[in-house]
């Protein structure tokens, strides 16, 4: 339930989310995701099948529930790559103040370029699946630490920009979630380590109690062969060497079987293939899934201010509010 819930919260980030209970009520939902969904928003979304029973007009989210799946498939769906503008308006004094310095004349001159990947991430192990989604922030060589959700953005125009090449951003966002992505596994793989070494532990010990128990079995027919001919030497009854003869006889015959059908080999075989299972069921599958990529464009100001009694003209990046 918190993978699926966190999982929810990531994904509606931009929504307007209100948590009553152990009820979301999701509002201001993109129209796209709405028609998608075939439902118009505000959703009360449940994590409990039994809460799901009782909240009417709720939305169930478990593992397989349709309101999840939906989710997924539009995550899918919605793998492409965004153009959007930001809205962003300064004035002289809002730079004068971050500039320290008197600003005599401002401009927009030409326009500035962020990128943003938006990964999903997906665990699975043993019955396990484990699903999160990761955003990063790009310009240039850097990954931003900004909340752009905050800043007013409009459809952009292509007319407006020069294509781009994302490729360089992709490869430092992939990167680092890379690294994010080690980091947060390194716990699964402890406790995946704990219990596979557990399990082959569990198994080893079984086929060498197995084949300990077969060796005991063949030295128990040795010796009762043995024994029984010993026995055989000193009867002199015919009843009682006909049975002594046949016990000797099916002695042999198991021992033979035992020795023939090399027990050693098969049960090593055997120890061999639940060991190679269990590895594969312990093994962590990750799946690094690109669900968009957006290019944010924005004014780029040139800016005539004074500086040591002279004019100098300044690029001022109205997103990063610092000079270039």
Not at 258 to 283: G, T
């Amino acid at each position: 339930m918190v993978d699926s819930k966190d999982f929810i919260l990531e994904f509606f980030r931009d929504c307007k989310i209100q948590e009553d209970k152990e009820v979301l009520i999701i509002e201001d939902v993109p129209r796209d995701f709405e028609e998608f969904v075939g439902k118009k928003a505000p959703y009360k979304l449940v994590f409990d099948f039994n809460l799901h029973a009782k909240i009417k007009d709720s939305e169930l989210v478990t593992q397989g529930s349709y309101f999840l799946i939906a989710i997924k498939d539009y995550l899918r769906n919605k793998g492409q790559t965004s153009l959007l503008k930001l809205n962003i308006k300064v004035d002289s004094e809002e730079i004068s103040r971050k500039l320290k310095t008197k600003v005599l004349e401002i401009k927009e001159d030409g326009y500035g370029f962020v990128s943003e990947f938006l990964f999903l991430s997906v665990y699975q192990y043993l019955n396990e699946k484990k699903q999160e989604m990761s955003s990063f922030l790009v310009k240039d060589r850097e990954i931003l630490d900004l909340d752009i959700s905050k800043l007013k953005t409009s459809n952009g125009n292509k007319e407006e920009i020069s294509s781009l090449d994302l490729g360089e951003q992709y490869n430092l966002a992939r990167k680092v979630l890379d690294l994010k992505v080690n980091k947060e596994i390194k716990s699964i793989k402890d406790s995946l380590k704990i219990k596979l070494e557990k399990e082959l532990g569990r198994i080893k010990d079984h086929y060498y109690k197995q084949i300990r128990e077969k060796d005991e079995e063949v030295e128990r027919c040795k010796e009762k062969i043995k024994l029984l001919e010993g026995k055989l030497k000193h009867t002199y009854y015919e009843r009682d060497i006909n049975v002594l003869k046949r016990l000797v006889r099916e002695s042999r015959e198991r021992l033979e079987m035992l020795q023939k059908r090399s027990y050693k080999e098969r049960l090593h075989d055997e120890e061999i293939f639940h060991i190679n299972d269990e590895v594969e069921k312990h093994v962590l599958s990750i799946k690094n899934i690109l669900i968009n990529a957006t290019l944010y464009y924005y004014p780029i100001y040139s800016v005539v201010v004074m500086s040591k009694g002279k004019k100098i003209v300044v690029k001022y990046d109205s997103v990063l509010g610092k000079v270039l």
